[in-house]
């Protein structure tokens, strides 16, 4: 095995396609444990935190850059970003250790492929694009379109994510995202949930539900998006976000919970998401 | 050596020096078995079995010996067969696997190579040949006629010759006519319980470096909770004499009871004399939790009847407890536990039962845990039932001195009343739970042993003194050493050195075990101390030129009123002169410790349960504890506040998660989860002081007891915050759930 870091996103991509087998990381918080239990080495390690443009946060033209590699501590200690994305950064928050925070990133937690990615409802929920690199140059697409079931991605070979684009959201918009895991941290999300809502007065007029944890990749819930708008977030409103946040998880038993734990917890959770959120709005 | 009545008029006993052993810890110097490395070291992997049931057809080594680092490999061929009547014959065939493997991760092979990825590669090339048996992982399943062996080679223990059996241990007691009293009684409430395997969850994975010599002789640095232990079962399994063996302790960084026995030393020392090199051998977390040795899991039916004013007139109780792969002492512990009580009448029955999963270990109070959170949830329910006060129900029926403990033995001076008393007055009963919390208190009970210790004190030339015992230090109990011995000597406690020694310059010292090592080790220090302070009257007679019965040690210096103008003459004075009056002033002291003091404790718990995702969050936590006197506060505080912690994990999220082939799932700590310092809150502590008669300092061990009631503490909160009393260990946000559920 081959360790390279490259300083420009050309680079990166050349040694990609040179080197089969090889893989890029961030932090590689998911990436050593792998190999340490057995998954095969890549024939290079590549690393990305030497490039620039994937290690920062930017704002203009209306919307957040976001790099791939940088460090969720970064973007949770920027108080800007977390005042406008209180839900992201919840997210991006809850990864790891603080030691780990320190060098997980969006990007690591999103191509991991985990269903159980925190980052990863509350990007969905603001409708985060990924910018992807590849041999033919660049593209783009949505975040909810990257994982297509655990640990598999709709990346070619080749492909790298290099950032992720935010719009920034209409006035009086609140996000939230809310897991659930037996101990209060150091764990992994039996359940998560993130909600974006938009209110004008009492009334919300769009909202977007996403669970997490609960099927093989996070998942929109647009009944219980349809049920939010138009209410004013009252109790038979969430009843009905309950029931559709219950409704559309599809989950798996093992080791972290049940089936039946997972679909009653997801309910309660896209609830409560959803109060916080448009309290958030509010505000 | 006399008893005393905690006079209260010590200098040092009772403060709270830093810990001698804590500088280097805190700057990383301590050094611990896997910190070793030795010239020419060679480092070692194990192959495990796949299977949690087979017979070993065949091990194929050949294409792991030619790969490249290479030196040494060793099966259980390597190894005597030791008769099945040996004491060690169990350790033996669980170290390396002979001819069967009996659950999944067993040891089957090791390897030796210059690199630990050498030898891990070569393990994995290993070929074995398997033909597959029967897994049988549940009580029941054992329990049932004709149910296939866990275990060809278990024998039921203490019956005589017997044929093979899935039973380990069967332990009856009886006392009264728990059948009469059960009918008679005004309230009867039986409840099942079970309780998942769990693990200490020490830090630190076992390790060793060994180094067996041309001379035969083998070097062994370890750790482990007794380093004479270590010895004894190395040799044992090795077909060794036991002194070919010198064991140097590591520091150990935890171990509450899971280091009691061995399971590398054996490996490592044939490895190394193999290949004539060193051997470093370390498990790996995985390795620990799949191989070494958890506490068991249980299934416990539990019946207590009582009189309408709240008296306990009986307890009729049936305890299995798994304990794994080979016999263990477990199940005949579980009904010996129950003893915080009067029960006039009782009937007991404790088993100890196989399964093909990992052979278990002591862990903090074994089997006591498991007992105490089905009879105190049901004491619990008692007392609701009867609108009475749960500690008033308790101090109602809680044992005194002379009261008997299951077994038949009376107690001697206990002090359960006292902790009841003082949990009543304290600040966290006395005030209301937090808005959303309910409160539970539950009774935990350990009775300590005493066993072998020695101690050598040395006193030095310029006025210090060194300490020397066998006893690994897990809790604090240097410190403890050194401030009994500076007590008795009437010196600094500084001026004091605790050393803990290897095998081959201490007297024998059995395992740091039964919560002993403060109460007998220490006493064996006491014991060498007086001994010296004799000697140091003796030698001060000499210089004053007085009669030696009119010098007496006062404060650190000889005093005689005969000496006429003469300044008392300090240790360190005596010490001086120590050449011309008679030579050096040493000590020892080596002694069978009887009289540990039995310890109770009484935990009390606030819970929040989050109704909507069956969530229990602590939000106040109080442990009460007799530690008879409490020689060095804060470690006592620290062994009431770790038990307390080890037992709410064990209450509310740890669990070993077996698939249907046996096949551990959630062998690391990000899925076994132990708490973390956001799941807890302050652990509150009262020290409570009931010296023990048996100790010159009145020590009661303190290091088990506090894991005893938390499981039951958290349960009976649970049940007065959300109304559903939970019998199923761990009680996990989806079992309360389930609870919540099933009650509407």
């Known amino acids: ?283 | 050596m006399t008893a005393i009545e905690n006079p209260k008029t010590y200098k040092w006993v009772g403060t709270r020096p830093i810990r001698h052993d804590g500088y280097d810890k805190v700057v990383g110097k301590a050094r611990f078995a896997a910190d070793l490395n030795l010239p020419g070291q060679l480092h070692a992997a194990y192959l495990r079995s796949p299977h949690a049931h087979a017979n070993i057809v065949s091990i194929d080594t050949s294409k792991a010996e030619a790969m490249p680092g290479v030196k040494a490999i060793v099966t259980g061929d390597d190894f005597p067969a030791l008769d099945i009547t040996d004491p060690n014959h169990d350790v033996s065939i669980n170290v390396l696997a002979r001819g069967t493997v009996l659950y999944h991760g067993h040891a089957i092979a090791a390897v030796a190579a210059n690199t630990k990825a050498e030898a891990q590669t070569a393990a994995a090339a290993i070929e074995v040949e398997y033909e597959l048996l029967p897994v049988v992982l549940g009580i029941d399943e054992a329990m049932a006629d004709g149910a296939p062996l866990v275990n060809e080679h278990n024998h039921q223990k203490f019956v005589g010759p017997s044929d093979p059996s899935n039973i380990a241990t069967h332990t009856p007691l009886e006392r009264g006519d728990a059948d009469a009293a059960m009918a008679a009684a005004d309230i009867v409430i039986e409840r099942e319980f079970d309780c998942a395997h769990v693990h200490q969850g020490y830090i630190e994975p076992h390790a060793c470096v060994i180094d067996t010599g041309a001379d035969g002789k083998a070097n062994v640095w370890a750790s482990s909770q007794g380093h004479f232990m270590v010895r004894a079962i190395t040799a044992a399994v090795l077909g060794w004499e036991t002194s070919r063996i010198k064991v140097t302790p590591a520091e150990i960084g935890g171990g509450f009871g899971g280091k009691t026995t061995v399971y590398l030393e054996p490996v490592a020392a044939r490895l190394s004399e193999k290949a004539g090199r060193p051997v470093k051998l370390v498990m790996s977390r995985e390795e620990v939790l799949r191989s070494s040795g958890p506490a068991p899991g249980a299934k416990l039916r539990i019946k207590i009847g009582a009189t309408s004013d709240g008296e306990l007139t009986a307890i009729d109780g049936w305890m299995a407890y798994q304990v794994g792969a080979y016999g263990d002492f477990a199940g005949m512990v579980g009904a010996m536990s129950v003893a915080s009580y009067k029960f006039p009448n009782l009937k007991l029955e404790s088993w100890g039962v196989l399964s093909n999963t990992p052979k278990t270990a002591a862990y903090r109070a074994p089997s006591a845990p498991h007992a105490a959170f089905a009879i105190e949830s049901i004491i619990d329910d008692i007392a609701s039932e009867l609108s009475m006060d749960p500690i008033e129900l308790r101090l109602k029926n809680a044992a005194v001195e002379g009261d008997l403990t299951a077994m038949g033995m009376p107690h001697p001076r206990i002090g359960l009343v006292e902790c009841l008393e003082a949990l009543k007055a304290s600040d966290h009963y006395q005030s209301e739970p937090a808005e959303g919390a309910a409160r539970g208190v539950a009774v935990g009970f350990w009775f300590n042993i005493g066993e072998q210790s020695s101690a050598t004190v040395n006193l030095n030339e310029d006025g210090t003194a060194t300490v020397i015992t066998g006893s690994p230090d897990i809790g604090g109990s240097r410190a403890s050493m050194a401030l009994m011995a500076a007590e008795e000597l009437g010196i600094d406690v500084y001026s004091i050195t605790p050393v803990v020694a290897d095998t081959e310059a201490v007297g024998f010292t059995d395992v740091t075990e039964g919560s002993r090592a403060t109460f007998a080790t220490g006493k064996a220090v006491v014991e060498a101390c007086r001994e010296l302070k004799v000697e140091l009257c003796r030698r001060a007679a000499q210089t004053m030129g007085v009669d030696e019965a009119e010098v007496e040690w006062v404060d650190g210096a000889a005093v005689s009123p005969s000496h006429v103008g003469g300044e008392p003459l300090t240790l360190a004075a005596i010490t001086a002169q120590a050449k011309r009056t008679g030579g050096p002033l040493t000590a020892t002291a080596s002694l069978n410790a009887a009289g540990a003091g039995p310890s109770f404790a009484v935990h009390c718990a606030d819970v929040k349960v989050d109704e909507e995702t069956g969530q229990t969050e602590i939000v106040r936590y109080t442990a009460v504890q007799d530690a008879g006197t409490a020689i060095h506060p804060s470690y006592v505080e620290g062994q009431m506040q770790g038990g307390s912690v080890q037992g709410i994990g064990w209450a509310l999220n740890e669990e070993y998660i077996f698939s249907s082939d046996g096949v551990l799932m959630n062998p690391g700590f990000l899925d076994y989860r132990i708490p973390v310092a956001s799941d807890l809150p302050m652990i509150e502590t009262i020290i409570v002081e009931v010296p023990n008669p048996s100790h010159p300092y009145g020590v009661r061990g303190v290091g088990e007891t506090g894991i005893v009631p938390p499981m039951a503490t958290i349960g009976n909160a649970i049940k007065a915050a959300a109304g559903v009393r939970m019998t199923s260990l761990p009680m996990s946000p989806p079992k309360v759930l389930k609870a919540l559920g099933d009650a509407r």
């Open chain 1, 1 to 283: 095995m081959e360790y390279a870091a490259p300083t420009t996103v050309d680079e990166a991509r050349t040694l990609l396609a040179d080197n089969p087998g090889s893989r890029v990381f961030a932090g590689a918080t998911d990436v050593v444990p792998q190999m340490r239990s057995g998954r095969p080495e890549p024939s290079v390690l590549i690393d990305l935190k030497l490039i620039d443009r994937l290690m920062s946060v930017t704002h203009d033209n209306g919307h957040w850059t976001i790099g791939a590699a940088m460090p969720t501590s970064e973007l949770t200690s920027n108080g800007e970003f977390t005042s406008v994305f209180p839900g992201i950064s919840e997210g991006a928050g809850w990864i790891g250790s603080d030691q780990i925070q320190n060098r997980s990133s969006l990007g690591g937690n999103l191509c991991n492929g985990s269903p159980a990615a925190d980052s990863v409802p509350a990007m969905i929920a603001s409708e985060a694009r990924a910018v992807i690199a590849g041999t033919d140059g660049e593209r783009t697409i949505p975040v909810a379109d990257v994982v297509t079931g655990p640990g598999q991605l709709s990346l070619a070979d080749g492909e790298f994510v290099v950032e992720f684009e935010i719009d920034d959201p209409p006035a009086n918009t609140g996000d939230a995202y809310i897991r659930m895991t037996p101990r209060t941290e150091m764990d992994i999300a039996i359940v998560g949930a993130a909600v974006r809502v938009t209110m004008n007065g009492d009334t919300c007029t769009d909202a977007r539900v996403v669970l997490g944890a609960v099927a093989p990749t996070a998942v929109r819930v647009p009944d219980a998006e349809a049920a939010l708008i138009g209410s004013s977030l009252d109790e038979a409103a969430l009843a009905e976000v309950t029931a559709a946040a219950s409704a559309a998880a599809n989950p798996i038993n093992d080791k972290r919970g049940t089936i039946e734990y997972r679909v009653q917890v997801a309910g309660v959770l896209a609830k409560r998401a959803a109060v916080l959120a448009a309290e958030r709005a509010r505000a």
